[in-house]
């Protein structure tokens, strides 16, 4: 059992910057894919980026590539993900997610464990 549990949302101006934490329960964190997800109001939750359990590689959506930076430190078992260039469309309840397998995936139903998600808001 890995528990999650994401930090750093808030409200933040267009432009702006902001950086969510996710972190891990569990010694093995170091073994699993990490994900970050987003579900904005009415649509359906939709990936966001992953990382590897190594870091070494990391996967992006095309609507945050060059503006949103995935990274993890397994000696502090945490994942971030540093969110600039910030858009009204960006809006929505992040959720941190835990793969025990590798690539890391971009689909929903490959992630064993999630996080309770943190809100993000971009005023324009």
């Known amino acids: 059992q890995v528990q999650l549990v994401e930090s750093g949302g808030g409200l933040v101006q267009a432009g702006g910057s902001l950086r969510l934490s996710c972190a891990a329960s569990?010694?093995?964190?170091?073994?699993?894919?990490m994900g970050w997800f987003r579900q904005a109001p009415g649509k359906e939750r939709e990936f966001v980026a992953a990382?590897?359990?190594?870091?070494?590689?990391?996967d992006y959506a095309d609507s945050v590539k060059g503006r949103f930076t995935i990274s993890r430190d397994n000696a502090k078992n945490t994942v971030t993900l540093q969110m600039n260039s910030l858009k009204p469309e960006d809006t929505a309840v992040y959720y941190c997610?835990?793969?025990?397998?590798?690539?890391?995936?971009?689909?929903?139903?490959?992630?064993?464990?999630w996080g309770q998600g943190t809100q993000v808001t971009v005023s324009s």
């Open positions: 569990r010694r093995t964190f170091g073994v699993y894919s």
């Open positions: 997610a835990a793969a025990p397998r590798s690539p890391p995936p971009r689909q929903q139903n490959q992630y064993d464990y």
């Open positions: 990382i590897s359990w190594s870091g070494v590689s990391t």
